[in-house]
């Protein structure tokens, strides 16, 4: 059978008076290492975008974190500056190319904005700058000079028994690389919570009606999927569901 393939939908960038369709080397490098399928990315479109001919071809989508904030139209509050960059493009492929994912059975992995992504397409809101809010912790990144101590494991999250992550990671606590000023406000009404933060902040979450796998979580275990053990699980994990998945459409 051939290697599975996972689209990546791109963030848009513009760099000396060009537009670029891209995404970090790190989300990549995890499917290609993670769960021993072949990426593609797919580029963020305000339209033009054929999603179920997009989907036709690959066997899993994984949503990558980004600088961008989904923008507050979408969950029917006001944008302002301050919760801003913004990404327009991206929301407008995120948002349909997660739907038809989850419609369709096709696995589904959303890390940082993509949990935000899947919760916001599926009826959710956001909260903005949660470390401002009474009782809540600094999610945001350690202000360090180099990228390995921003994106350190530092935080403890609660995973929920009987939950679709602890079936790959365990129930219990384990210790992530949670990194945001945004989160899930509002639990969309087909998604189940199924890790928090000490502070209640939700942290991993699966679609209670998925046909396949669609988990989401608010950390980074693409950084460092070759090293941290959980961060490896959770992208076997992954990568197993999406060679079943290929296993019975390209048979």
Known sequence: MPTP??????????IEGYYWHATPNQYVNAVVKGTGATAIIVPALMEGNDIDSIL???????LSGSRSNVHPSLYGKEATEADGPYDPARDATSMELIR?????????????????ELNVALGGTLATEIQDQPGMWDHRRPD?????????IRQPV?????????????????????????????????????????????????????KNFAVGVQWHPEYWVESDVMSGKLFKA??????????????
Request: glycine content about 10%; overall charge negative.
């Open 5 to 14: 393939i996972i689209a990546i939908p791109a963030d848009t960038r513009e």
């Open 56 to 62: 036709d071809r690959v066997d899993g989508v994984m």
């Open 100 to 116: 038809r994912t989850i419609d369709r059975g096709i696995p589904l992995l959303a890390i940082c904005r993509g949990i935000q």
């Open 144 to 152: 360090v000079p180099t990228r390995d101590g921003m994106y350190v």
């Open 158 to 210: 609660k995973i929920k028994e009987g939950t679709c992550i602890a079936s790959a990671l365990g129930a219990g606590e384990i210790q992530v690389n949670s990194l945001h000023r945004q989160a899930i406000g509002e639990t969309a009404p087909r998604l189940a919570v199924e890790a928090v933060a000490d502070d209640g902040t939700v942290e991993a979450v699966s679609v209670i009606d998925a």
């Open 238 to 251: 992954f990568g197993e569901a999406v060679k079943a998945y290929a296993a019975t459409v390209r048979r």
